[in-house]
């Protein structure tokens, strides 16, 4: 164990907190104009470049450079065949929701995903109920991106779990507090070239240890032909492949943190843009560590019983396997950023639902109106909270903490997939079936994970899709259309004389 060996993340984390400090310095004039705004999705300036770059971090967790490579390693190539569909979310979160909902966010002066909401279905309730949500699975998700880097940190540096909690857990929480939208968009772009080069390096040390791609896929064919098996001789099913297709790739273009992009670039030409750029870089984040796991078959050739018994003990034993002590810290980097680059992200977004979504509303329903620098600091106080208590929780986590993170994504996209597609999409959508969909269809989807009830052995988000489907149907026959001015905003073509 040597100090040697923290330098490169602390340097790396340092010098995000330099970007955000000098973007905050940067941003002054403008939230002195309107914080909300600027600090919650940066004044609506985002180019192309940072949009993809902020969409594609945002989207890839440490279960990207751990959980997913270590199935690499055990399935075969048939985890990067079913992975792979990963490839087109930024495409269709950009594709399908970017420009309408930017337009909207114009036309109504949204700051989040909820305004927009709010806005479309006319409910106060469904919009508390909606921040309930983000804010509960977000700060599970945070929980298991901390305890995820941590573990990987102490595995590849020899320093302690605590150690690595404390180096850059509270240095993201507290550079996402000054830096805000902005700034974090900023850093993930720096986080998102530091996860493709890192793993870059790492699948070029594998190969040369390996003697090249040629031997070690000849050594695999050899030793585990059912790796190159699309179904992987069973350990690879049809019904994993239709779960993750539909956990991981579809039904993520409804996730929050991924559709309030949408709201934050400047320009037609930049959605372009970053739809292009973003397809290529999460294509990039998603083929190499997935393709190291599977390759890794040749560097660790033992069964999982002796390395642990866990998947998510494979990528620290290949890192430390291929390169040297100080170059295997500096690729933790990559993890480390793929860590911070969502949990400040969704840290954001849940300080955002509680102030800007409950409190603020809440204010102007009785005639108040809160003050810029009022926002400003129970804006700030509400992320320096939710980052320290999710800090803490993480110290002694849940033993099945990433069985929490895929629950908490499964959650966020049942609550959400239906209520953002119809809401944009179908004028005759009310509150009623919104609230039903979001209500009824997260809690049978709870409820059927914690009784794990499943159907044809599909994950229970198939289960939480379709019965928040029809009570969103069953819901939508009750009330009325929506009236004439919010049809007016939403569906400007149905409402032309």
């Not at 001789?233 to 409804?254: D, E, F, N």
């Not at 750029?277 to 796991?293: Q, S």
């Not at 040749?298 to 290949?318: F, H, K, Q, R």
């Not at 994950?459 to 001015?485: C, E, T, W």
Request: proline share 3%.
């Amino acid at each position: 164990m040597s100090i040697v060996n923290l330098l490169p993340v602390a340097v790396f984390l340092v010098f995000l907190l330099a970007v955000s400090a000098y973007v905050q310095k940067t941003s002054q004039s403008q939230r002195q104009k309107d914080f909300a705004k600027d600090y919650f999705i940066g004044g609506r300036t985002l180019g192309g470049f940072v949009l993809a770059m902020t969409t594609a971090a945002t989207y890839s967790s440490v279960s990207s450079f751990v959980g997913g490579p270590g199935m690499a390693w055990v399935i075969g190539y048939g985890w990067i065949y079913m992975a792979i569909v990963q490839v087109v979310v930024i495409f269709l979160v950009l594709g399908v929701f970017g420009r309408k909902i930017s337009l909207i966010a114009e036309e109504i002066d949204a700051v989040t995903v909820i305004d927009v909401i709010r806005s479309r279905y006319q409910s106060t309730a469904l919009a508390n109920l909606s921040a309930l949500v983000i804010v509960a699975f977000f700060c599970a998700t945070m929980v298991a991106q901390f305890v995820g880097a941590a573990k990987i940190f102490e595995a590849v540096t020899g320093f302690g779990y605590l150690t690595g909690l404390c180096l850059f857990g509270l240095i993201v929480v507290f550079y996402t507090t000054i830096g805000g939208f902005k700034g974090v968009a900023i850093t993930d772009s720096f986080c998102a070239i530091a996860m493709v080069a890192g793993m870059a390096v790492l699948l070029l040390a594998m190969l040369k240890l390996g003697g090249g791609y040629e031997k070690m896929m000849t050594s695999i064919s050899v030793s585990h032909p059912d790796m190159l098996e699309p179904l992987s001789q069973g350990k690879m099913p049809m019904s994993l492949y239709i779960s993750q297709w539909l956990l991981v790739g579809i039904c993520t273009l409804s996730l929050p943190q991924s559709v309030v992009r949408g709201l934050s670039y400047k320009n037609s030409s930049a959605l372009r843009q970053a739809m292009i750029i973003g397809t290529l870089v999460i294509g990039a984040m998603n083929l190499l560590p997935n393709w190291i796991g599977v390759l890794g078959r040749t560097v660790l050739t033992e069964n999982l019983s002796a390395y642990g018994g866990s998947v998510d003990n494979i990528m620290p034993l290949v890192i430390t396997h291929s390169l040297s002590p100080f170059w295997a810290s500096a690729i933790v980097i990559g993890p480390v950023a793929a860590t911070i680059s969502t949990v400040s992200s969704l840290l954001l977004s849940a300080s955002s639902s509680i102030i800007k979504d409950v409190y603020m509303h809440s204010k102007a329903e009785k005639g108040e109106k809160l003050s810029n620098e009022a926002i400003r600091r129970y804006s700030t106080l509400a992320t320096v909270i939710l980052g320290i208590v999710v800090f803490f929780i993480s110290i002694d986590p849940p033993s099945v903490i990433w069985q929490i993170n895929m629950f908490a994504f499964g959650g966020l996209e049942t609550a959400f997939f239906w209520v953002l597609i119809f809401g944009l999409f179908w004028s005759k959508a009310n509150k009623y079936g919104a609230l039903a969909a979001m209500s009824g269809g997260v809690f049978f989807y709870c409820l059927t994970m914690a009784l794990k009830v499943k159907v044809f052995d599909l994950h229970q988000i198939v289960i939480g899709m379709f019965i928040s489907l029809a009570l969103f149907f069953l819901g939508n026959s009750f009330g009325k259309d929506p009236d004439r001015k919010v049809l007016e905003i939403f569906f400007p073509e149905k409402t032309e004389k």
